[in-house]
């Protein structure tokens, strides 16, 4: 079974490193309250099994969202959740003229383009603003 992806390097400019990133997301959760016809809808985006192994860190992005879905003729939000396993990984680079070691990191969000570019912008927003 083929699973899709997409990598996104962090920004150089961004001092970050994979312990200041596992604190920002350790226990992320949010709730977004939605009122469709006559019920209460709770949608919830959460970071759940979040774990540091040597340079990685990994975890997995849950969102809920309402699908249209249309039964006998009438158009019915359903709440559905999704998962998507990410993970940053820290790499090291020699710079040519120094031949010091300088990191960068790489993420990697397990899921279709469009979808990853979203999960992306989220996590963004989580870290840095």
């Known amino acids: 079974m083929v699973l899709a992806g997409k990598l996104f390097v962090v920004e150089e400019n961004v001092d970050a490193d994979l312990q200041k990133i596992a604190a920002k997301l350790k226990g992320f959760q949010s709730e977004e309250k939605l009122k469709d016809d006559s019920k209460d809808i709770s949608l919830i985006t959460e970071i759940k099994d979040l774990r540091l192994i040597g340079d990685s860190l990994h ?21 559905t959740t999704s998962e998507a396993p990410f993970f940053f990984v ?7 003229q120094t031949q010091e ?17 979203n999960i992306a912008n989220q996590l963004s927003k989580i870290l840095f603003i």
């Open 59 to 79: 975890g997995t992005f849950i969102q809920d969202q309402l699908l249209d879905v249309y039964h006998r003729g009438e158009k019915v939000r359903i709440p």
């Open 101 to 117: 070691q300088e990191g960068r990191i790489v993420l990697t969000i397990m899921e279709k383009k469009a979808r990853a570019n």
């Open 90 to 96: 820290e790499q090291a680079q020699k710079q040519k």
